[in-house]
């Protein structure tokens, strides 16, 4: 038996709140409405980055095109 067992360490609250609006940039919104396995998953990376397709990357331009 672990002497913390009995008096677990309290969440890190500040510390995922600076995180979360910091690092990860999300609104108040977005952060409180994340459980806290859904904001530990946001900070760790999946896999390889995959570049876009030529189409999607046109797809995006369009959407999202450049003001001039």
Known sequence: M???DDHPEPF???AMMAAGFGILRL???AFWAMTP???NAAFH???ARVAPTRTAL???M???P???
Do not use: M, T, V
Request: proline content about 4%; charged content about 30%; aromatic content about 8%.
């Open 62 to 64: 369009q959407a999202f």
């Open 27 to 29: 609104s108040s919104a």
């Open 37 to 39: 396995r859904e904001l």
């Open 58 to 60: 046109e797809q995006l």
């Open 2 to 4: 672990n002497i913390n």
């Open 12 to 14: 890190p609250w500040a």
């Open 66 to 68: 450049d003001e001039r």
């Open 45 to 47: 990376k999946s896999g």
